[in-house]
C-alpha cells in the first residue's frame, strides 16, 4: 500500500564524541523514508535548497524513495549543527538555519494524494492539516510534534489530532501537551482527543504504544556502541509506518509489531551517521534484529487465567 | 526449596507528594521477605533494637517470615527518613541513624545454614563474605551492593563477586563498579569477575537480565499512580529469589520468568507506604500480574530465521 512523509528535509552536522559529520542527508523526511523504504515504498513531500546534493537524493531514489514531492526552492537548504554529551543523552543545538523550509507550503503531487498511509513530520500543525486537505481518503493518519508547535499553536495542534490516528511523540512532549507530567495518564489524555493510538518515545528506555484499555513496551535494542542518535525517533517512525503500509493490517497486534519494526530501525539509525546504515542493510537484516528484539523480551509461563484462585 | 536473606531492619519515615508515614517497616531484608514470602516461606537475618514493634514482625511471621535469625540488640533500631520529589524519581535522605545496624555482625542459625537460595542484601561485602562462611552449599546465592562499599571496599567486593551467581545492582552502580558508562558494556564486565548473571534495575524503565551472550528486558509495570518507591528494588529482588527457590530451575529461561516476577513485586511494593501492600495481596494476585507483563511485551512474529535471505 501506499506510503506518503511530509517533512524536513535537512543537511546536518553532528558531533559526538567519536567524531563528526558535515552536512550529511538529514531531517525528518529523509530519516523516515531512509528507513520506511527498506520495508515499502516512501513518497516524499518537502523542500530543498538549490545548493542540496541532488546527486545523494537521487541515490535514495534507487532505494524506493519517490521524491517527485520534493521540490527545489531558490535559497539555502535547511541546515542544522549539534554537539552530543559524553554520554549521547544530552543534546546542544549549535545552529539551525531554516533557509527555504521556512516558507515550506507542502503541496501533494497527484500521484501522491490517493496516499493510504499518512506520516506528518513535525511541522506547523497548520500545514499538517494543510496537508489532510489534500489527501483523498488515508486509511492511516500518522503524526508528530514538538514542544514549539504544543505551546505556541495548541489550537491548530488539537484540530490536528481530531483527524489523527496515531500521534508519536516523546515523553517530554505527551506530558507538555496534556499538562500531566505522568506518562501513562498523559498518553490517555491524548486518547480523548482524537488518536485511536499513541507511541511515546523514550529514547534509549524503548517505546510504548498506548491504546484504550492496553498498552504495550518495547525496549531500545542493547547496543554495544551507539555512534549518533540523531534521526532515532524519525528512523523508528519510518519503520513502523512502513510496516504497516506494508502488511496493511490495522489491528492491535498488528501495531505492536510495527513498533518492533520501528524500533529496529531506530537502532539501525544511531549505528552511524545520518542515514548511511540504512544503506549498508536490507529487509533480511531488519527480520533479524526483529527477532533479536523478540528473545530480548520473550517468556514462557504456565500459568493460565483460570488455574488462579 | 529454601531461602535465606540477610539484610537490614528498619523503621522508614517517608514523605512524597501523596502522604506521609512515621517509622513503618522497612529495610532490605524486610522488603525482600515480604513479598518474597507470597511465593515461597523466607529466612531471615538481621538486627533489630528493642525499640522495634515486634507485634508487627510477628504478624509478618504468620506470612512466611522465619524470624530465628533476627537478634534483637541493646540500643536503637536503624532508621531512615526520607523526602520524594514531584517526580518520585529524585530522593533526599533526610536522616539516616544506623543504631544497632552499625554493630550487625550476622550469625546463621544452625537451621538456616543449609539454605540453597542465598540473598545477601547491601552490606558491608566483608559481612556478605562472611555470611559464605557460615553458609553450607547454597544452589545459587545472589547479592546486592551499593556505592558507599563500591568507592570504599572494593578488594572485598571483588572478592565476594567471584563468589556469587548474580549481582543485582541499579544502573548507576554497575556504571560506577566497572568505570563504563555504558551499562551492556558494564554489565559485562561483572561477567568477567564471578557472576553468571547480573540483574541492573533501572527504576520506572524497568530491568535488565545480563548473561554471556544474551539479554532480557522487563519493563516495569504501567501504574496509574506510583505510591511510594521506597523498597522497590528490594521487593524485585525478593520476587526473583523466591520465584527461583519455589521452581529449584536455574535454566536461563527460568531466570527470565523469575525477572518478571521481580518487576511483578517490585511495582505492588510502591503501592503503598512500606511493605502494606504485600499484606492485601496472595500469589493469585502476583501470578495475574505475571499475565499481564506479559501482555506489556508480547508481541507474535511469523518471520523464521530460515525464511530469511
Redesign the interface.
Known sequence: MSLLVVGSIALDSVETPFGRTEEALGGSALFFAAAGSLLCPVQVVGVVGRDYPMDELQRLARRGLDLRGVSVADGESFRWSGRYG??LQTRETLETRLGVFANFRPVIPEPFRDAEFVFLGNIDPELQLDVLKQVRSPRLVACDTMNFWIQGKRTALLKLLERVDVLLVNDAEVRELSGD??V??AARWVLKHGPRFVVVK?GE??A?LVEEG??????AF???DVFDPTGAGDSFAGGFMAYLAGTGDLSS?NL??A??YGSAMGSFAVERFSTARFDEIAA?DV??R??AH????????D?E?DA??
Chains 1, 2 share one sequence.
Do not use: T
Open positions: 559524553f554520554d507530567w505522568h501513562y495518564r523514550r528506555h524503548g510504548m492496553r498498552i504495550f513496551y518495547v525496549p542493547p547496543l554495544d497486534d505492536r509489531r513498533m518492533v533480511a527480520q533479524a526483529v527477532r523478540r528473545d530480548l523480551v520473550h517468556f514462557e509461563i500459568v487465567p488462579v484462585g
